[in-house]
């Protein structure tokens, strides 16, 4: 049986000539930024090396090929959802990233078309138009954009945290293979991210702190007694269930194993405080294992996505900032990042 000689084995690499034009457009952006004395740092070069290339290979990589006079708003939005130019575990980008990203797109684009005298593409600049959340993330007038994690990434942390209680029907020396130091890591995480807390406010809850009493389930706690500081007054906080059961199991090892003291988490079993360099170490350890460790933001990533999860959820702005601790005027920063309701852990 013959073969239709219309389709090919494999796949067709895209045309010399595009290839070409995207090579030379980044190429003769960047000579200019170099003789201009715009651009100077190697660090920077690379950086934007890399996402130049992410871009061109997904352009060069469609059916037909986006080349830089065809690129529309459409084929931005198909890049940016493709999450090339990736960050975080989950490919996905951050605004600062993406903001960083489409300006270049824009710069070497208006470039090329000064070089061929053309007019200029304005899709990069329309795409930050159309995206607030990036547009206002590098933003002077504005406080700056908090880092947090993306759904797939909290529920990834989660599911991580979570291992370390046994299941309901499973043998109760499941937890053998956890130390009780890397126990009350992962707890102290959950709460972090299940109740927003800082890493002070972690350091320091007392025995005293969890609250059982009034909660729809026997025992396990459904709010903190946060303690004051000279930052924040004592406040409540409501424990998200996964957290909850979490410090449930907490509790328990601490008894049995007779850990003294009355700091919840405390940093040797003879009840000393933990201290803020290990507890800032053993936090990043454990998101670092978890497969969400980042450079930016550090474990406040976590106190953030709680907020914003609060918010999607429609917690008025006030509650969530005194579950916080802080100002409800510094609710304000959340604003670009939740625009509107989405999926939330």
Known sequence: MLMNPSLSLFEELPPTGHVLAFAQAFEHWLRDQRDSGLLRRDGSISVYQDMWAAFSAWCLAQSPVVTLSSLGLADLHAFQ??????????????????LRLMRLIDRVLRHHAAQIDAAPNPSAADWIASNPMVRYADSAQADPLPEYLSTA??????????????RPGSRR????????????????VALQLGVGLTPGDVRALTLDSPVSQGGR????????????????????APVAPWAAELLRHWLVVRSELAIA???????????????KPSQYECARRVLEEAGVDSQEGGSFRLRHTFAIRQLRRGSPPEQVARWLGIEAVKMKRYEHVVPRPVEVV
């Open 81 to 98: 959802a493709a999450r090339f130019g990736r960050k975080t575990s989950d490919l996905s980008l951050t605004p600062r990233y993406a």
């Open 153 to 166: 990434e909290a529920r990834q942390l989660i599911a991580f945290l979570s291992e370390a209680r046994p």
């Open 173 to 188: 020396d499941a937890r053998a293979a956890l130390t009780w130091q890397e126990v009350r890591n992962r707890v102290s």
């Open 217 to 236: 389930v026997r025992e396990r706690p459904w709010k903190l007694h946060v303690p004051g500081d000279g930052n924040s007054p004592a406040r409540e």
């Open 261 to 275: 003291g009355a700091f919840l988490f405390p940093s040797t079993r003879t009840g000393k405080q933990w201290q």
